[in-house]
């Protein structure tokens, strides 16, 4: 079965750094675009940042603008998100998304998920 493999989730402090990566498992997901979404406790699953499968357009949710970072390597088929200036309000599960349609990926429709990881953001 298809599936997303999320990295690089941990403990940092207010401030610090972390690099998510995504790697694909099961199939290569050639020619999709892929993204981040997040979900902190009681909160739904929101959008955080997107990418087409040719790198050349990037989406960003308002809040993560000038922190984030959203990038790819086609030849690894695999997606990062460098996540700088992090805040306690990053606190949440971040989870990989793969879609073939960009604009239905950032509306969370009919993606393909990964299990996500956990970042934590301490103040």
């Known amino acids: 079965q298809a599936q997303l493999v999320e990295s690089g989730g941990g403990l940092v402090q207010d401030g610090g750094s972390l690099r998510l990566s995504c790697a694909p498992s099961g199939r290569t997901f050639g020619g999709y675009a892929m993204g981040w979404f997040r979900q902190a406790p009681g909160k739904v699953r929101e959008f955080v940042a997107a990418i087409t499968w040719s790198g050349g357009d990037t989406y960003y949710a308002d809040s993560v603008k000038g922190r984030f970072t959203i990038s790819r390597d086609n030849a690894k088929i695999t997606v990062y998100l460098q996540m700088n200036s992090l805040k306690p309000e990053d606190t949440a599960v971040y989870y990989c998304?793969?879609?073939?349609?960009?604009?239905?990926?950032?509306?969370?429709?009919?993606?393909?998920w990964g299990q996500g990881t956990q970042v934590t953001v301490s103040s």
């Open positions: 998304a793969a879609n073939l349609d960009v604009n239905r990926l950032r509306i969370g429709t009919g993606n393909y």
